[in-house]
């Protein structure tokens, strides 16, 4: 789970960094967003499965960050 939210999170900065140079294009963007959100779910689905597959417990952060996705299944909110 820690590898895939440190790879969105390189992945997003290295858009950040084409975009301020000028250089991205709608491709980079598209395929970005596209591999960040599977990555999103995939990590989301490891968390759900290993900490709240018994149920919404409020114990556990992963919970409330599922909760949250499942919501709005466009948007991944983190509640730290």
């Known amino acids: 789970m820690l590898c895939n939210i ?3 999170t390189l992945v997003g ?4 960094k084409l975009y301020d140079k000028g250089t991205m ?3 980079h963007a598209s395929l970005g967003k596209l591999w960040i959100t599977l990555k999103a779910r995939e990590t989301v689905a490891l968390g759900w499965e290993l900490l709240g597959s018994n149920g919404i417990l409020a114990d556990f ?11 709005n299944s466009n948007t991944l909110v983190l509640v730290i």
């Open 25 to 27: 294009t709608l491709g």
């Open 61 to 71: 952060l992963v919970t409330k960050v599922c909760t949250l996705c499942s919501r």
């Open 6 to 8: 440190q790879a969105m």
């Open 13 to 16: 900065w290295r858009l950040c």
